[in-house]
C-alpha cells in the first residue's frame, strides 16, 4: 500500500486558484488572472497524470485486480453514531480516469480561454469561476461519501449556475442560468431523499461500507431495505431510482434535458468544460460509483437503461433539426450520455458480462476529449464570425485550417469512424447491448447513424458550403487558442487505442476485448452512408435539406421546437405553480391569516370603542363616577355586607 | 468567567450612551461597547472548550446562583452549555455588525443606539438565564425596544407594523407566562435545571406544554402566528431588521427547545404530530409565499418564515441529530438573514427602493454589495460550504431517523422546500444583481468600509460553520447530547 | 371648651356633611377650575372639621384627629400651589381655565 496522500493537491490547486483570484482577482490580477488559473491547472494535471501512471502500472494491481484505496478520510460532520459526513479521497479505476479527464480537459479550456476571455471585464472572475468549478468537480470525482458526492454535486452546480450567467447583463443568459440550477436542484431532491433512505436502512453514509452491506445478500441491511417497500416497489429501488433521477437530472437525462441547451448561453469554453466534458457525466459518474448496488436491483436498472436509450434516440431526432450551433452540440452531448446510461444499465458487476460498465467508461473517457474539442472549436468558429447560427457560417476551411482539421477529426470521432477514439468505445457500447437486449440495440444503431449525420451536416455547413462572407480580417485566434486544439485532436486520434478494459471495469479484473470486424460491420456502414447523405445534402447550397423538412411538414416543426418541452415545462411553472399554488398561499398569507390576526385586534378596538365613551375626558364625570362608586360602597359595607 | 459581564457590560454602555453627545460620540461608544461583547463571547468560548477538554462534564458551566427574591423562590442563577454558548456568539456577531450597518443613523442616533443595546442585554439574559422567572424576564427586556425601534425609526406603515409585533410578541410571553406559572406551582421551583430532574406530572405537562410551546413559538414564526414577521421586517430599520430576525426569532427557537421540550418532554412527545404539521406548513407554504412576493425586505421575510420551520421541525422530530440540526439552523439563519438584511438595506440606501421590479444589474456598480447579497442568497438555499447546507442536512438526517410515516411525509415535503428556496432566491437575483442595469442607478457607489467590516464578520461566521462543521459539532454536539439523555429518560423514545 | 361641649354632635356632624355637599355641589356644576379648586378646598375642610369633632367627642384625651387635620391642611396647601400652576400653565397653552377646554388626553 502506498501513499496516495499527495492526491489531495489536485483539488486544492484549483480551490487555491478560487480563493486568490476571488478575493483578490478583481484588484490585482486583472491581467495576470489566466496565467495564475492555467498554471494552478498545469501542475494538478501533471500531479494527476502522476497518480495515474502510480496506480494503472505501478501498485494499484493486487492479485490481478485494481483495488480501493482511501488515501485520506476525515470526519466532516457527524451526524449520530456511524452516520456522518466523511471528506476523502478515495482511489480507484474510475476516480482517477475522472481526475486526469478532469484536469486535463479544465487545463485544456484554461489555456483556451486566455485568447477567448481575453480583455474581457471579468476576466479575473471567470478564471475563479473556472478554479472553483474544477475543485468542485475533483472533489466529486474523488468522493469516499455518499454524503460527499452531494455536497460536490451541489458546487459543481452552482459554479455550472455562475458561469451560465456570466454574461450577466444579458437576460437570456440569466434566464439559463436559472433553469439549469432550477432544473437540477430539483433532480438534488430525489438524490437527496435517495440518500436519506440509503443512510437510513444502511445505517452509513461511506460508500465502500455501503456497498459491501447492501451487496450481500445475507445481510441484515439487505433484507430491511429489500422487505421495506413504497407502492409496490422496495425501498431499495426506490432509493436507487431516486438517486438515478439526481443523476438524470445533471447529465440531461429525459425529461430533465430541458437545461441543457439553454446552458450554452455561457461562455463557449464553459460549454466545453462543463457540459461537455465533465460535470453532464456526473451523473453517468454516480451510477457507476454505486454500481454494486445498482446491479443489485434490475427495477433500477431498466428505468437506466431506458430513459439512457430515450434520451440517446430523443437527442440525436431533435439535434438534426436545431440551427444553433451550440445547440447541436449540446443535443449531441445529451445523446451521447444516454449511450453510456444504457451501457450502464445493460451491464453487470462480474467478468464478461460487465462490458457495459466498462464500455460506458470507455465512452465517457474518449467523449470528453472530442466533445470538448468539437466545443472548443464551435468556440473559435464563433469567435470568428459572431453568431451561433449555422446561416451565418460557411466556407470556413480556408480561413481557420487548424480548426477545420480539428473539428473534422472530433466528427469522425463521435460518429464512430475508425481508427479514432469514438470507434472503439461506441463499438463496445453495441456489443454490449447486443449481448443484453436487442431492442437497445436498434436503438442504438439507428442513433449512430443520426449522430453521424448531424454532426456532419454542422461540419460541411460550417466548414463547406457557401463561399465565405468573411475575409481574412480576422485571424484564427491566438496561439493559446490553436494548442488546445491540437492537443486535444492527437488525443482524439490516440485515445482509442488505450488497453481501456485492462484497467478500468467493474470487478476491477482485467477484461478480454477484441474488435470483431462483422460486428462492426453494421455500425460503421451506416455511419459512411449518414455520412455521404450529409456531405450530399450539405456540401454545397442546395434546397435539399429545405425540401425534405418541408415535405415533413408538422413533425419537422415539434422536432425542431424540441418536442415542445420548454414549452411544457413553462405551462407548468407558470400557469399552475404560480398562480395555482404561489398566488393563493400568499392571497390566503395576507387576507386569511393575517386577517384573523387584524380581526382580532379590530374586534378589540370595536370593543373599546364601546366602552370608551365611559371616558369622558370630562373631570367632573370622573369625579362623579367616583362619588357614586364610593357611596355604592357605603351603601353595601353599612347595610348588605355588615 | 463571570457570566453576569455579558449583562453588565451592554448595561454600562447603554449607560454611557445617555451621557453622549452628537452621532459621532455615540456610534463609538456603541461599537466600542459591542466590540467588547464580541471579545467577551468568543473569550467565553474558549474558556468554555478549554474546561470542557480540562475533563468537566458538567451540564453547565460557569454557573452562579444568587436569590434574588426570596418569598418565591426567584434566583439570578445563570449558567452556559455549548447551545447558549453558540447563541451568544450569534447575538455578539450580529449586534457588531448591526451598529457597523447603522454607522450613518443621522435621526435621535443616541436613543437609537441606547435600544439597540438594551435589546442585546435581553437577549444575552435570556441566553444564558437558567431559572425560568429569570429568563422571563429578559424575554420582557428584549420585546420593549423592538417596538420603538420600528414605531420611530422605521419606514412604510411601521405604526402598523410595530403594534403588531409588540402585541403578537406580548401574547407570546403572557402565554409563555402562563405554562411558567403552571410549571411552577407543580414544582414549587423555577429552576430549570431543579425542574427537569422532576418529571412533572403528565397531566400538568400536557396541559401547559401548549401554553409555553406556542408561547414561544410566535417567536419563532410558528404557522399560524408568523404574519408579524413580514411586517415588522419590513418596516424595521435595517439593524433591527438584523436584530429581529438573527436573534429575536432565536429567543423562541430557545425558549421552545430549553423551556418547553427540555422541561416537559412528554408533553413534547404527545403533541410532536401536530408540531410536525405546522413545521412542515411554516416550511412550504412560507417557501411558497415568499415566490410571490415583490419587495426584498418581504422575500427575506418570509424566507425567514420557512427557515425558521426548520428549527420547529427539529425540535418536534425529538432525535439527537434533529434537535441539534435545529440548533445549526437557529445560528446557521440568524447569521445567513442578518447578512441578507444588510444587504438589502445597503442596496435600498443607494437605490431607495427595494422593489425586485424596479432593481436589476447592480453586479455592475456594487460589486461587493451584489456579492454580499448572493452570498446570503445560495447560503439561504443550501448551498455547501456556507451554513445552511450543514444546518438543512442535519435537520433532514435527523428527521428521517423517525420513522414514522407522517414524520417521513414531512421530512419529504421539507426537502422539497429547497427546490422552491432554490427558485425565489434566483428570481430575487436574477431580477436585482444580474440583468441589464437601469440608467439611474449607474452612478452609484460600492460599499463603505464600515458595511464592508460589517458584512465581512458575517460572511466569515457563515463560511467557518460551512467550511468546518466539526468545530460548531463539538460546541453544541455534547450539549445536545446532555439534553437528549435527560429527555430520553423521561420519555422512550428510540 | 365648655361652650364647644355644649353644642351636640350632630350640629357639627351637619355643618360638615353641609360644607361637604356644598363643595361636591361646586365641583360638579363649575366649569371655572379655581372654583373647582376651590370646591375642593371645602370638601377638605369638612373632613378637617369632621376629624376635630370626632376626636374632641370620642377620644378626649388623644390629638390623632388634630394631627391629621394638621396633615390634610398641609396637603391642602402644597395640593393648592400645584393645582395653581398647572392652571396657570393649562391658561397659558389653552388661553382659558375652563376644565372642559383640555380635552388632550381624552381616550
Given at each position: 500500500?502506498?501513499d ?21 482577482g ?40 485494481y ?16 452516520v456522518?459526513?466523511?471528506m476523502g ?41 473556472l ?10 470525482v ?25 454574461y ?26 435517495g ?27 439487505y ?8 407502492l ?46 465533465t ?102 468558429v ?47 457500447i ?6 443484453e ?5 436498434a ?10 449525420f ?35 485532436a ?71 421546437r ?74 353595601l ?6 | ?48 472548550l ?45 449586534v ?56 420611530v ?87 433591527a ?60 421575510a ?18 439527537q ?9 437557529m ?24 422593489m ?6 447592480l ?71 444580474m ?13 463603505l ?46 | ?61 388623644k ?13 391642602a ?10 392652571i ?13 377646554d ?6
Open positions: 500500500m502506498s496516495y496522500a499527495y492526491i489531495v493537491l489536485i483539488p486544492l490547486l484549483p480551490l487555491a486558484s478560487f480563493v486568490l483570484l476571488g478575493l483578490f478583481r484588484k490585482y490580477f486583472t491581467k495576470s488572472a489566466g496565467i495564475i488559473g492555467t498554471m494552478a491547472l498545469l501542475a494538478s494535471t501533471i500531479i494527476a497524470l502522476m497518480a495515474a501512471h502510480q496506480y494503472f502500472f505501478v501498485d494499484g494491481k493486487v492479485a490481478g485486480a483495488h480501493q484505496v482511501i488515501a485520506f478520510k476525515y470526519t466532516w460532520l457527524a451526524f449520530s453514531p456511524g456522518s459526513i466523511d479521497i478515495v482511489i480507484d479505476p474510475i476516480s482517477v480516469m475522472m481526475l486526469v479527464v478532469v484536469s486535463f480537459v479544465s487545463l485544456m479550456v484554461h489555456m483556451f480561454s486566455l485568447g477567448y476571455m481575453k480583455g474581457e471585464e471579468r476576466f479575473a472572475t471567470y478564471y475563479a469561476y478554479g472553483l468549478f474544477t475543485f468542485s468537480m475533483l472533489g466529486l474523488l468522493s469516499v461519501n455518499i454524503f460527499q458526492v452531494y455536497l460536490f454535486w451541489e458546487l459543481v452546480g452552482v459554479s455550472s449556475f455562475l458561469l451560465i450567467g456570466y450577466y447583463e444579458k437576460p437570456t443568459a440569466v434566464a439559463a442560468s436559472k433553469k439549469a440550477f432550477i432544473v437540477t436542484r430539483f433532480a438534488d431532491l430525489g438524490f437527496l431523499i440518500i436519506l433512505i440509503l443512510g437510513f436502512y444502511s445505517g452509513t453514509l461511506d460508500i465502500s461500507t455501503l456497498i459491501h452491506k447492501l451487496t450481500s445478500v445475507q445481510s441484515p441491511e433484507i430491511a431495505i429489500t422487505t421495506a417497500g413504497f409496490g416497489a422496495s425501498a431499495l429501488t426506490w432509493a436507487l431510482v431516486l438517486v438515478f433521477i439526481g443523476g438524470a437530472g445533471k447529465s440531461a437525462m429525459f425529461p430533465l434535458h430541458i437545461w441543457l441547451p439553454d446552458a450554452m448561453e455561457g461562455p463557449t469554453p464553459v460549454s466545453a468544460l462543463i457540459h461537455a466534458a460535470m453532464v457525466v456526473a451523473g453517468v459518474y454516480l451510477v457507476a460509483r454505486l454500481f454494486p448496488v445498482f446491479s443489485m436491483d434490475d427495477t433500477a436498472l431498466h428505468v437506466v437503461t431506458y430513459v439512457g436509450a430515450f434520451s440517446a434516440l430523443l437527442a440525436a431526432v431533435i439535434a438534426c433539426t436545431q440551427t444553433d450551433i451550440k445547440r447541436v452540440l449540446a443535443f449531441s452531448t445529451m445523446s451521447q450520455i444516454g449511450y453510456m446510461m444504457f451501457a450502464l444499465g445493460v451491464s453487470k458487476q462480474v467478468g464478461e458480462q460487465g462490458l457495459g460498465y466498462m464500455a460506458s467508461m470507455f465512452h465517457l473517457f474518449t467523449h470528453a476529449f472530442f466533445k470538448s474539442l468539437l466545443f472548443l472549436c464551435a468556440g473559435a464563433i469567435h470568428l464570425v459572431h453568431s451561433n447560427e449555422i446561416k451565418d457560417m460557411g466556407g470556413l476551411r480556408k480561413l481557420m485550417p487548424v480548426t477545420h482539421i480539428a473539428f473534422l477529426v472530433a466528427c469522425l470521432a463521435i460518429a464512430g469512424v475508425p481508427p479514432f477514439a469514438g470507434f472503439f468505445s461506441k463499438e463496445e453495441l456489443l454490449a447491448a447486443f449481448n437486449n436487442k431492442l437497445i440495440y436503438v442504438a444503431l439507428f442513433t449512430a447513424a443520426l449522430t453521424a448531424y454532426m456532419f451536416r454542422l461540419y460541411f455547413s460550417i466548414f463547406w458550403s457557401k463561399e465565405s462572407a468573411h475575409h481574412d480580417t480576422h485571424h484564427e485566434g491566438t496561439v493559446s487558442m490553436k494548442i488546445p486544439l491540437i492537443i486535444l492527437a488525443c482524439t486520434i490516440g485515445v482509442g487505442f488505450i488497453p481501456f478494459a485492462k484497467l478500468v471495469t467493474a470487478d476491477g479484473a482485467a477484461l478480454e476485448t477484441h474488435i470483431d470486424i462483422l460486428f462492426s460491420l453494421a455500425p460503421v456502414g451506416l455511419t459512411l452512408i449518414a455520412i455521404l447523405i450529409a456531405a450530399r445534402l450539405y456540401k454545397q447550397q442546395n434546397g435539399g435539406p429545405q425540401k425534405i423538412a418541408d415535405s415533413l411538414g408538422g413533425f419537422y416543426r415539434v422536432v425542431s424540441k418536442f415542445y418541452m420548454d414549452e411544457l415545462y413553462l405551462f407548468i411553472t407558470k400557469k399552475i405553480i404560480f398562480p395555482l399554488i404561489g398566488k393563493p398561499i400568499a392571497w390566503i398569507d395576507r387576507n386569511i391569516v393575517d386577517g384573523c390576526m387584524n380581526a382580532l385586534a379590530s374586534i378589540t378596538v370595536k370593543i373599546s370603542g364601546g366602552i370608551k365613551g365611559m371616558q369622558s375626558g370630562k373631570v367632573q364625570g370622573y369625579a362623579l363616577y367616583f362619588f357614586g362608586g364610593v357611596t355604592l360602597l357605603a351603601i359595607f353599612i347595610y348588605v355586607w355588615k | 468567567m463571570n457570566l453576569s459581564l455579558l449583562i453588565l457590560f451592554p448595561l454600562v454602555t447603554a449607560i454611557i450612551l445617555l451621557f453622549c453627545n452628537g452621532l459621532k460620540q455615540v456610534r463609538m461608544v456603541a461599537l466600542a461597547g459591542a466590540g467588547l461583547q464580541l471579545i467577551l463571547a468568543i473569550f467565553l468560548l474558549v474558556a468554555f478549554q474546561d470542557r477538554s480540562m475533563g468537566n462534564q458538567l451540564t453547565m458551566l460557569f454557573e452562579y446562583d444568587f436569590v434574588w427574591f426570596k418569598n418565591l423562590p426567584i434566583h439570578y442563577h445563570i449558567g452556559v452549555d455549548g447551545i447558549s454558548i453558540a447563541m451568544i456568539l450569534l447575538t455578539s456577531c450580529i457588531f455588525a448591526g451598529i457597523l450597518i447603522s454607522w450613518t443613523m443621522e435621526k435621535l442616533s443616541k436613543e437609537f443606539f441606547f435600544l439597540l443595546v438594551l435589546l442585546s442585554m435581553g437577549a444575552y439574559g435570556f441566553f444564558i438565564s437558567l431559572d425560568l422567572f429569570t429568563l422571563f424576564f429578559f424575554l420582557e427586556i428584549a420585546v420593549i425596544p423592538k417596538f420603538l425601534l420600528i414605531g425609526w422605521g419606514s412604510g406603515k411601521k405604526e402598523y407594523s410595530a403594534m403588531k409585533l409588540a402585541l403578537m410578541l406580548m401574547a407570546g410571553s403572557a402565554l409563555v407566562f402562563v405554562g411558567l406559572l403552571g410549571v411552577y406551582y407543580q414544582t414549587g421551583s423555577f429552576d430549570m435545571m431543579k425542574i427537569a430532574q422532576m418529571n412533572i406530572p403528565l397531566d400538568t405537562q400536557y396541559f401547559f406544554f401548549p401554553f409555553v410551546f406556542l408561547g414561544f413559538g410566535i417567536f419563532a414564526a410558528l404557522f399560524p402566528f408568523h404574519t408579524w414577521v413580514p411586517d415588522g421586517h419590513a418596516s424595521a430599520p435595517t439593524a431588521s438584523m436584530f429581529l430576525a438573527g436573534i429575536s426569532m432565536k429567543l423562541g427557537g430557545y425558549g421552545c427547545l430549553r423551556v418547553a421540550t427540555f422541561l416537559m418532554p412528554a408533553a413534547a412527545h404527545y403533541y410532536s404530530p401536530i408540531i410536525i404539521v405546522l413545521a412542515t406548513i411554516a416550511i412550504i407554504y412560507g417557501a411558497f409565499a415568499t415566490m410571490m412576493q415583490t419587495d426584498l425586505k418581504y422575500i427575506n418570509y424566507s425567514s418564515v420557512s427557515h425558521c420551520g426548520f428549527v420547529i421541525l427539529g425540535i418536534g422530530m425529538l432525535t441529530t434533529s434537535i441539534k440540526g435545529a440548533v445549526l439552523q445560528v446557521s439563519h440568524g447569521l445567513m438573514t442578518a447578512l441578507f438584511f444588510a444587504a438589502i438595506g445597503m442596496i435600498y440606501t443607494r437605490t431607495h427602493t427595494r425586485v421590479a424596479q432593481l436589476g444589474g453586479l455592475k456598480v456594487m460589486p461587493f454589495i451584489s456579492t454580499v447579497f448572493v452570498i446570503a442568497g445560495l447560503c439561504s438555499l443550501g448551498l455547501p460550504g456556507f451554513s445552511g447546507f450543514v444546518a438543512e442536512m442535519t435537520v433532514f438526517m435527523g428527521s428521517w431517523q423517525n420513522p414514522g410515516g407522517l414524520y417521513r411525509l414531512a421530512t419529504i415535503l421539507s426537502c422539497a422546500s429547497i427546490v422552491v428556496t432554490a427558485v425565489y432566491i434566483l428570481r430575487a437575483t436574477g431580477k436585482t444583481i440583468g441589464p442595469l437601469d440608467g439611474a442607478y449607474s452612478k452609484l457607489g460600492d460599499a468600509w464600515n458595511e464592508k467590516l460589517a458584512a465581512g464578520l458575517l460572511i466569515t461566521g457563515i463560511v467557518l460553520i460551512g467550511v468546518a462543521p466539526f468545530l460548531i459539532n463539538q460546541l453544541i454536539g455534547p450539549g445536545t447530547a446532555a439534553m437528549m439523555e435527560q429527555i430520553g429518560k423521561t420519555i422512550n423514545l428510540k | 371648651m365648655s361652650s364647644l361641649s355644649e353644642i351636640p354632635l350632630a350640629h357639627i356632624l351637619f355643618v360638615s356633611t353641609a360644607l361637604f355637599f356644598i363643595g361636591m355641589y361646586g365641583l360638579f356644576t363649575r366649569k371655572n377650575l379655581v372654583t373647582l379648586l376651590m370646591a375642593i378646598e371645602l370638601m377638605l375642610n369638612s373632613v378637617n372639621i369632621n376629624f376635630i369633632a370626632f376626636n374632641k367627642y370620642l377620644y378626649p384625651g390629638l390623632d384627629g388634630v394631627f391629621f387635620s394638621l396633615f390634610i391642611i398641609t396637603i396647601a402644597a395640593e393648592a400651589a400645584v393645582a395653581i400652576a398647572i396657570i400653565n393649562l391658561y397659558r397653552s389653552h388661553q382659558s381655565i375652563d376644565v372642559d383640555a380635552t388632550e388626553m381624552k381616550y
